[in-house]
């Protein structure tokens, strides 16, 4: 009974408010939709990304008096632009890259080989030549599994080119209509909520705020980093610059992790590149400094706006919806952790609504 009592006691500190169970039927509906159509709807949902960081532009292009529709037209025209540059001219170099990096995958398991065999020969008593090469056998099938893995993946998508040319077509299309029609949809999902929401409108302003913040911040996080790894990398002659600058850039959607993660592929081609020398010295030092930058200076600047979330918090956040959704899961990982945090901060209860006793 006394626990009976308790559980009932929470319900009514908790949901004595009709907003509050408002908003547990909103967020149990949208969870739901995303878990059970998460990938029908991807199209959508991408679009609705882009239109967040490209909302900015039409703000400022519409604050300088020009027309909604002139400045979401010349907007749209700047994203379908930069898309087909993307395709022709950075895609092909990537491709290239990354078919050279299998090419060349033989001679670099030999180099490495040779490497660790220099490294056992100057430690006999921690690895035998067995060790050594028994490793290097295990890389070798593990290499070429990965290999036949991905050729297998390869072929496994061509019926989904149908499916592929589907998306292309719907994200340029939602892009345009989520630009164009943008306070006629908001306007239609508020006249579904009721009248009286002050919660919701707090939690509503704040998702906004962090979703719209996090979006253009880590677009602009991602271009900086990454252009500026290329650009480092391809002066210091860095094989593989570009693929490895986009490894590096896209690393930051995954806060600590992913900048300890693409730390290892970088190491290893430097290192197989030039060995123990002063051009390896010179190209850690300096990536080393394009990482410190990118959290000391980058990060601050473009989510001052962020809420502070402890470590620990964003690293379960990471995990938990990325298992969930998968790359959009991780992406968004920072923003619906900070909107659960809005949500507790603002979640009405008896005792911060009903009047306090006199003293």
Do not use: C
Request: proline share 5%; aromatic share 12%; hydrophobic share 65%.
């Amino acid at each position: 009974m006394r626990f009976l009592e308790v559980i009932s006691g929470w319900i009514n500190d908790y949901f004595s408010n009709e907003e509050a169970i408002y908003l547990v039927v909103l967020l149990g509906v949208a969870f739901g939709v995303l878990i059970a159509f998460g990938a029908v709807l991807a199209p959508i949902l991408a679009g609705l990304v882009l239109a967040f960081l490209l909302q900015a532009i039409v703000a400022r292009l519409e604050r300088w008096r020009m027309p909604h529709l002139v400045a979401v037209w010349l907007v749209f025209l700047f994203f379908i632009g930069s898309a087909i540059t993307v395709v022709v001219v950075v895609a092909p170099l990537l491709w290239r890259q990354l078919s050279d990096s299998l090419a060349a995958m033989p001679d670099l398991i030999e180099r490495l080989r040779a490497a660790l065999a220099d490294f056992a020969g100057g430690q006999p008593g921690l690895f035998s030549p067995a060790v050594v090469d028994s490793w290097l056998i295990t890389l070798n099938a593990q290499l070429t599994d990965l290999g036949g893995t991905a050729l297998q993946g390869l072929v496994a998508q061509v019926p989904n080119v149908f499916a592929v040319v589907i998306y292309l077509i719907l994200l340029p299309i939602s892009v345009f209509f989520f630009l164009k029609d943008r306070h006629r949809l908001i306007a239609w999902v508020v006249a579904l909520l009721p009248d009286r929401r002050p919660l919701l409108n707090r939690v509503g302003r704040e998702m906004n705020v962090q979703i719209a913040n996090y979006v253009r911040g880590k677009f602009m996080e991602i271009l900086i980093v990454g252009s500026a790894s290329f650009i480092v990398f391809a002066l210091l002659g860095l094989n593989y610059a570009a693929l490895l600058g986009l490894l590096v850039g896209v690393s930051v959607l995954v806060p600590f992790l992913g900048a300890a993660v693409v730390t290892v592929p970088v190491a290893a081609v430097a290192f197989l590149q030039w060995g123990w020398s002063w051009d390896f010295a010179w190209l850690m030092a300096a990536y080393g400094l394009i990482q410190a930058l990118d959290g000391n200076v980058l990060v601050p600047v473009l989510f001052s706006e962020a809420n502070d979330l402890h470590p620990i918090v964003i690293i379960i956040a990471v995990l938990a919806f990325g298992g969930l959704w998968g790359f959009w899961g991780v992406f968004f990982a920072i923003p619906l952790a900070t909107l659960v945090k809005a949500i507790f901060a603002a979640w009405p209860s008896r005792a911060t609504t009903l009047p306090q006793p006199e003293t």
